[in-house]
């Protein structure tokens, strides 16, 4: 990357406006603090678009109620239903059902016991479970804890990649190491919004708006893109 950390933070804060309901699991947080919930949200919102994962969760809320025991106890069909409009519904569901189960068999009906165990401790006993990856465990204890890892979706993957943070050939753990380690000194959760924010705006997938782009002399893909060394 040309340029400093804190100039690519700066000018992305200053460009973009982080809307609650563009990012379901920071909606999600900041309108019931409640740790399970943004689980599941986060869970919809896999392989789905923020939008429709919205749209799955509220029905899931008013139709059911996002609780461990309410969820383990109501039928697989009847969550399948509420969720249908995400995409993947029959898979999330069951996962959903099951990650409800286990919490209550063995963490007393309460997450907490499990995002109040030291970072990596709590990311590690995430991972246990069916349907939760290294993104999902990263996105919910970065919102409810501020634990300090960095969620990788296409879009931070895309942009860390034509900046120059990481190669082309980076994976998951590569790029969000990076990221943490060159932004350590930024608010991450705001950051993490924020590319989020540039890759959906202007860092696009086929048609990037190089030309209006805010961080342009910062980037290797703009850098190549017109022949600069």
Known sequence: MRCEP?????????????????YIAYYVWIKYKDCFKVLIATIL?????????????????????????????????????????????????RRIKEISQHILNNYGGSIENIINMEAEKAKNELLKFEGIGEKTADVVLLTCKNYKFFPVDTHI????????????????????????????????????????????????????????CVIKECCEYYSHR????
């Open 6 to 22: 804190k100039t690519v933070y700066d000018r992305l804060n200053e460009t973009y406006k982080i809307r609650e309901e563009d």
């Open 45 to 93: 919102s896999q392989n789905s678009t923020d939008k429709s994962a919205l749209k799955a969760y509220q029905n899931l809320e008013r139709e059911i109620g996002v609780s461990p025991n309410n969820l383990a106890s109501t039928s697989l069909d009847t969550i399948e239903s509420a969720i249908r409009v995400a995409g993947l519904y029959k898979t999330k569901a």
């Open 157 to 212: 993957m895309r942009v860390s990649k034509r900046l120059g943070i990481v190669p082309t050939n980076a994976n998951y753990s590569k790029t969000s190491s990076a990221l943490l380690d060159l932004f350590k000194g930024n608010d991450l959760l705001r950051l993490h919004h924020l590319l989020i924010a540039h890759g959906r705006q202007t860092c696009k997938a086929r048609k990037p708006l190089c030309d209006t």
């Open 226 to 229: 017109n022949g600069k060394s």
